[in-house]
């Protein structure tokens, strides 16, 4: 099969197409998938610099990848779930004992997957996993977000944010978002509220409440960016808020004082999650914005527009 490997820790030079790599063999509580799409995630980026090598070594060669949208070919023992010719999205993270996405088949465990909604492309679909997953167990579970609540989304305009901008508008919350001016009508049209320019603006210091001129006005924050929007953040919330982070990590001794709850998230792409975010994406509710689909031949120019263009929403890789 053509997979897209590394065979050793560095940029996007570093990815080689083998048009003879071997396919997948589906073991028990696996599916083997024929790959449609895959999305690339920051994640990606970390494992292939070699980010993570202590905590998650790669055997070399190594198939990246973990977002897939594609149909089931075969299934291992003890898989109820699925069937042959199923058409499903979910992760084949090789952490999460799947056999990477960046290729024409992938294994992956079958509770990390779901059945594909039918009003959606295969491309829009397999952009959704991680980000989706993120926002909804963000949103959904650590926050109990609900009707006139008030939430910071920090980061709006990228693959988390996105979402989880239209998530909390379906959730009733009155939104504020973070971006650079350039994204404040994609994110106006998203849905949110309010809009503050990360580049020109301090959050922190625009939004005051006109009543109270207190400072603390969220119930909760959601955090995709880390480094110091971390602990800002936790400055905005007011007692009894909730801080996500995806990727800071949160004062914990000043959380407590404030009486915030701060979590830093490990998301789950699970069958859970992913059926939710297949009910959202049948009612009309949340939509992917793919800001460009590259084939897999293009991995490395698909890399290096993520991490070098400003982009909006997800980047796809077509596979089939
Ligand atoms: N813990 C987990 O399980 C987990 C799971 C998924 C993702 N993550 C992490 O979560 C982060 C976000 O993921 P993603 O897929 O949404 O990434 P992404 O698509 O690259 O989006 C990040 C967004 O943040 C914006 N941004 C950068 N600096 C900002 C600032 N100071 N204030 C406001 N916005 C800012 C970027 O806008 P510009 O382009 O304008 O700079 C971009 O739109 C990544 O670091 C990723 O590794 C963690």
Known sequence: ???????????????EINNDAPKPTVGEGKVLVEVYAASINPFDKAVR??????????????????????????????VTEFKV???????????????????????????????KPKNITFEQVGALPL????????????????NDQKILIHGGAGGIGHIAIQLAKTLGAYVVTTVSGNDKDFVKQLGADEVIDYKNEKFEEKIKDPSTGSGQVFDAVFDTVGGEVTNKSLQVLKKGGVLVSMI?????????????????QGTKVNTKHLERLAQLIENGKIKVNIA??????QI?????????????GKIVLKIR
């Open 49 to 78: 610099a070699g980010f993570m090598k202590n905590m998650m070594p790669l055997n070399f060669p190594a198939i990246l990848g973990g977002d897939f949208a594609g149909v089931v070919k075969e299934i291992g023992e003890g």
């Open 248 to 264: 800071g990590e949160p004062d914990a001794k000043f959380a407590e004082e404030r009486e915030i709850t701060a979590i830093r």
């Open 85 to 115: 010719g199923d058409e499903v999205f979910g992760s084949a993270n090789i952490f999460s004992g799947g056999s990477g996405s960046f290729a024409e088949f992938a294994t992956a465990k079958a509770r990390n997957a779901a059945i």
């Open 300 to 312: 490395q120019d698909a890399f290096k527009y993520q991490e070098e263009l400003h982009s909006r």
């Open 131 to 146: 980000v989706g997953s993120s926002a909804v167990q963000a949103l959904e579970e650590h926050m109990n977000l609900h």
């Open 292 to 297: 460009k689909i590259f084939p897999l031949d």
């Open 1 to 15: 099969m053509k997979a897209a490997q590394i065979n050793k820790y560095g940029g996007y030079e570093v990815f």
